[in-house]
């Protein structure tokens, strides 16, 4: 059990270390994100059933219609936001809990938001395997943000609205920046960067997202 969960298997380190060559290739060039994804086990975040793939650069299903997204994807979103620095992170769509993890081994304070309560409670159970303390959950619809706790140095949205909600906008502080998918049919992940009542968005590359859905499930 301590190796499959810290990973120190070697097939397991193998299949790690070629996933973490293939971001490089692909142009992931921050080693700190490079050293989070290869330290977090990612086949504790699936199913027994589909934990042999973990370390293909693919997503991979969760339940609920839910996917644990693309290494690359979380590898490229990691990048663009730890770009400006954040300490404080708000991140909506915990998912799988694989992305709060990747954050909580970069930034001091991750908190983060799930509307599906079985994902959230099967999440806060792998962080705390981990060991990852620094992370704070809610079951709450995600597009409302946390106001509570905000304001917010980075916001993360794993699944697209068709425009960023004002509610976010609002709980980003001066200097910050959102990373999120945006659009239907047609996404493309966006960097917004927040200076003073200016919003100024910067076009990251094109992606494929679950859209992102208001209420709740319990």
Avoid: C
Avoid at 189 to 205: H, K, N, P, S
């Amino acid at each position: 059990m301590v190796a499959e969960l810290n990973g120190i298997g070697m097939t397991s380190r193998r299949t790690r270390m070629r996933l973490i060559q293939r971001l490089r290739e692909s142009g992931i060039t921050d080693e700190q994100v490079l050293q989070a994804i290869s330290d977090i086990p990612r086949h504790i975040f699936l199913d027994e059933a589909l934990s042999h793939r973990a370390y293909e650069d693919t997503s991979l299903p969760i339940g609920y219609s839910q996917t644990l997204s693309q290494p690359y994807i979380v590898a490229l979103m990691t990048e663009s936001l730890m770009r400006h620095k954040p300490t404080k992170v708000l991140e909506l769509g915990t998912g799988s809990g694989y992305q709060t993890a990747i954050l909580a081994r970069l930034v001091d304070q991750v908190f983060s938001v799930e509307r599906i309560k079985p994902l959230q409670d099967r999440a806060r159970d792998r962080l705390r395997q981990l060991g990852l303390r620094n992370a704070l959950l809610k079951h709450a619809d995600g597009g409302m943000g946390w106001p509570d706790q905000g304001p917010f140095d980075g916001i993360l949205v794993t699944a697209a609205p068709r425009e960023i909600p004002q509610e976010l906008k609002d709980q980003l502080a001066d200097g910050g920046v959102i990373i999120a998918p945006i659009g239907e049919e047609s996404q493309m992940l966006v960097e917004v960067v927040r200076e003073g009542d200016r919003f100024e968005t910067r076009d990251i590359a094109p992606v494929r997202f679950v859209p992102l859905l208001g209420g709740v499930v319990r």
